[in-house]
């Protein structure tokens, strides 16, 4: 008969809180453990990823609303830039508008006055027979010269014409004569007088040209 002291003492590394741990269990134990830390290491390695990639993929988006405010603050540059250059233009054109009707706010007046002096002129041109007549035409003539100070003083002038060279700027042409004494363009007569306002022409002279 074996001893039940001797048997539990030569079998006591059999058991184990009232069961028995075979070889096997040992080490499909000692396999669990050692895949639970490479699971355990794997988990960490894949935080430690994760908060090295957060960082850059935070400074990507921060990069690119960056982006995006200076693209829109170009865009407002050029925008004022645009709305700066047309207040300037429409600025410029105002003044020049300005100063065109400033210098020559009295063309419509003196156009109208153009044909009241050519009818003066005209009656200067008829011969005076009597004394009444003469007396007429000097007062006439007082008129007349009172009315083209005037003009001048708004800027009216008169446009050369005899002797001149024919320039179309200032002058019409309606007949061509030969004159061997002349040079060929220049001016032979004056049919209607012209005028212009300052650098603006009113009327062009009407003139018989040297052919």
Do not use: W
């Not at 039940?4 to 075979?22: A, D």
């Not at 960082?55 to 200076?70: F, G, H, I, Q, S």
């Amino acid at each position: 008969m074996i001893c039940r002291s001797s048997y539990v003492e030569k079998n006591s590394s059999k058991f184990k809180g009232g069961y028995t741990v075979s070889q096997e269990e040992k080490k499909q134990q000692q396999v669990n453990e050692e895949v639970q830390e490479e699971q355990v290491e794997a988990v960490e390695a894949v935080e430690a990823e994760v908060v090295e990639e957060t960082p850059v993929e935070e400074e990507a988006v921060e990069l690119t609303e960056v982006e995006v405010l200076e693209q829109k603050l170009k865009e407002e540059e050029e925008r004022y830039l645009r709305l700066r250059a047309d207040f300037d233009n429409l600025r410029r054109r105002t003044q020049v508008e300005r100063e065109a009707a400033s210098k020559y706010r009295s063309q419509s007046l003196l156009t109208d006055l153009l044909p009241v002096i050519d009818n003066i002129e005209r009656a200067l041109q008829v011969e005076a027979t009597t004394e009444d007549g003469e007396s007429i035409k000097k007062g006439i003539e007082m008129v007349h010269r009172s009315l083209i100070e005037a003009a001048k003083k708004e800027g009216l002038e008169v446009i050369e014409s005899v002797d001149a060279p024919f320039d179309p700027n200032f002058h019409q042409a309606v007949f061509q004569e030969k004159d061997d004494s002349k040079e060929a363009g220049i001016i032979l007569e004056e049919l209607q007088r012209g005028y212009k306002l300052k650098d603006r022409v009113l009327r062009a002279s009407m003139v018989k040209v040297n052919e």
